[in-house]
């Protein structure tokens, strides 16, 4: 008889196998016996928040009960259930007691002196599945809902989950696995059906500093007569998200149900992603992905759109900028990731268009949150920026024509007509008022930074490049995201002549501290550079 070898064994019970009547037996048995390892503490509340279920129980309590460093446990009061990760402590809590933080308190409604029901968790069945691809092994539909279903109920920990996502970047994902952790991503949070149609979305898929076009098409498409319910996300390492920029002029933090009546009513809508609960499993994701900078390409795509497909979009246009100092540095590269939004796209019943544009260099004047309303408002009342103007017409003209609302080759024009026959402001000032903020807001109520200093050119030439991550940092620097006036205002662009003296760009901070740290940023980053002639020399 050929031995079986784990790997495949693993395989088999992950494919879902027929078990033979002794297995069976077994495997009842041993839920058996998980299910008679539970006991009862006593509660002690800690006075801290954690992001994640976490309980401390007393090192021998531990022990005695087969709970090690790491295990998880099923916590059980009154008619509420939540699994939890356990750490040990020989000093923080008694025998007998269990340290429950104030997050964990506050969900199973528990208090000081209160008694809790613990118990083992069977081993997540996700974690088989999670080999299997660290192994190269392609996952079913099933299998991949498997482990969003436990990352959702907390059963997998940041370890096991940081694994997925390692061999996802390393064996990479088939068009049968995106397609379906789309799905799950999906599945795991609220849906929004407006039951009204055509309806639209557009993303970006970052690295470029300003870039505020989901302000100025927003409004466009929506006075177009398409609705456009855009959540977005907030900045991670950039100086403003759109809806960081979007809450200088109004809340942005709603349920599903109050963006389904916005959109209802006004046929647009901006608000942050993390309020409505749409695509849960993906804000989880990111926040693994972010510290190593992953973005597997799988689930780049699933991330994206999983929220277009979740929003109830149609129509979809993906803005890919390339160039030195974006995400993606060469045409091929950005091609092909144009082709598999578009492929995975039209499997999820989407019409899009992915456009790769020219990312080398910021968009808008404005890095920054009220420094980058400041471009919006001005384009959307026929001024500002001119390629923050002309981006965004661009964008949001392919969406027109791939709506059907105008012919190929219009749609730019009827966009341009949105912005100089006012429709497009109008329609932004009514999405203002709809979102609680004040519809008749002028440039000079912008909260822009009190304190300012201006950063000028050391020599004469010509500005060869400006550095989209090194201006971001600047802005940082002065307190931008969470200071809503700080970030950095540029006067000139990529070949403009300077003359010594001449302004390059103006830092804004909301105290003294943070404008003196940013000026220091500025020696650092060196975000502006001049034309260079010598690049080298050799004897």
Known sequence: MKPVSVNEKTKNNAQGRVLSQEEKEKREKKKELWEKKKYICQVKLIDICTEKNIVVLNMEDAEDNDIYNGYRVTL?????????????????????????????????????????????????????????????????????????????NNRLSEAELSSFISAVYIRGMGEDETVALTNAIVDSGDNLDLGVGPVADKHCI??????????????????????????????????????????VLADVDFNIHELKEIVTKCKGAMVWGGGTNIAAADDKLIKLRNPMSLDPRGMLLASILAKKSAVGAKYVAIDIPIGRGAKILDMPKAEALGADFIKIGKR??????????????????????????????????????????????????????????????????????????????????????????NPNI?????????????????????????????????????????????GVYLHRLKGDRVKEGDVLFDIYAESESKLDFAIKAVEVWKPVELEKFLLGTMR
């Not at 009342?381 to 105008?406: C, F, Y």
């Not at 991550?469 to 700080?486: H, V």
């Open 76 to 152: 059980h009061h009154d008619s509420k259930e939540i699994v939890s990760l356990v750490d040990l402590s020989s000093e923080m809590v008694k025998r007998g007691e269990i340290g429950l933080f104030r997050n964990v308190a506050e969900k199973l409604k528990l208090k000081d002196g209160d008694l809790l029901h613990i118990k083992h968790m069977e081993r997540p069945a996700s974690l088989d599945f999670i080999r299997m691809k660290l192994d190269g092994e392609s996952l079913t539909s099933k299998q991949i809902s498997s482990i969003i279903n436990e990352l959702m």
């Open 442 to 486: 002028k440039e000079g109520d912008l909260p822009i930074g009190q304190h300012k200093h201006t950063i000028t050119a050391e020599r004469a030439g010509k500005i060869s490049h400006i550095d989209n991550k090194g201006i971001n940092k600047i802005a940082r620097s002065a307190g931008a995201p969470r200071d809503k006036g700080a």
């Open 348 to 437: 999820l019943g989407m019409t899009m268009e992915s456009l790769i544009t020219d990312g080398a260099e910021p968009v808008g004047n404005g890095i920054g949150c009220a420094l980058e309303c400041k471009d919006v408002m001005e384009v959307l009342q026929g001024k500002g920026p001119h390629d923050l103007r002309n981006k965004s017409t661009l964008i949001a003209g392919r969406i027109l024509e791939l709506v059907g609302k105008v012919p190929e080759g219009q749609g730019r024009d009827m966009a341009e007509l949105m912005l100089t026959n006012g429709k497009a402001w109008n329609k932004m000032k009514e999405i203002i008022e709809l979102q609680g903020g």
């Open 206 to 247: 970052g690295g470029v500093a300003g870039n505020r076009t989901t302000m100025v098409i927003t409004p466009i498409i929506a006075a177009s007569g398409i609705y456009m319910p855009k959540t977005s996300s907030r900045a991670i390492t950039s100086a403003a998200g759109t809806a960081d920029t979007m809450e």
